[in-house]
């Protein structure tokens, strides 16, 4: 694998740092999860990789190059990021995916026909073709997350971020969400970080864990490595249950 990303020596935070010290790493095709308490600082690691909040110290490297000596365009043509987010636009979902194709038009916005076919290739490799005259707002949280991952795939990025986009989708649309997440890393060859609650299915498709807690990286490892000896109940400040070290769930005491 080849690398795409790195952060080193990175603090991330508004005015403080939320986590400090980071040093990460992103291989072409390569799915790195983000986990931890709630307020760890996860969904500001990811806006910071993403460039969207500058970082307090340290540096993120794009292909080896530094942030600073990238443009803008250049940058989203490169990566993509899903986060949660509310719009009141009448856009359909053709017109949601195909804001993808932006940062290729030299600021008009006017697409070619070989964005078109960008467009409609993306929304059908994510399932949502039949919805491209459908009103975003009036389709179902499953569908929507397709959307997005097509307007995401459309700027045909080579790191994509997610901050947790399972969270509002229920059981059947998270595991068909992340199946299909995994399958398009793994032919299109995109690198993913995304940060994700459900504990046993970032155990499932996560190449390499990211644990956040207390300020900082706590330990970065496979699966195997980091669901063992309780280290889940530790990280989680666990008292009423425990984690099944095999699957994942959380189990009541």
Known sequence: MSEILRAQGLDVGYVHPVIKNIDLSLDA????????PNGAGKT??????????????????????????????????TIASVFTEKTNADYTCQEMVA???????????????????????????????????????KI??????RVLLSRAICQQPEVLLLDEPTSFLDIRYKIE???LLKNLSAKEGFGVIMSLHE???????G????????????????SQEIFRNAYIESLFDLEAGAVDENTGLGILK
């Open 29 to 36: 095709g390569e799915i790195v999860v983000l986990i931890g």
């Open 44 to 77: 500001t690691l990811l806006k910071t990789l993403a460039g969207l909040i500058r970082p307090l110290k340290g540096q993120v490297l794009l292909k080896g190059r530094q942030y600073s000596s990238i443009s803008l365009n250049e940058k989203s043509q």
């Open 99 to 137: 804001l993808g194709r932006y940062p290729y038009t030299n600021g008009t916005g006017t697409l070619s026909e070989a964005d078109r076919t960008i467009v409609n290739d993306s929304m059908e490799m994510t399932g949502v073709g039949e919805l491209k005259n459908r009103k975003f707002l």
């Open 140 to 145: 179902s949280d499953g569908q929507r997350q």
């Open 177 to 179: 969400f992340l199946k």
């Open 199 to 205: 504990i046993d299915m970032a155990k499932q498709i």
């Open 207 to 222: 190449d390499r864990l990211v644990c956040i807690r207390n300020n900082s990286v706590d330990r970065i490892g496979s």
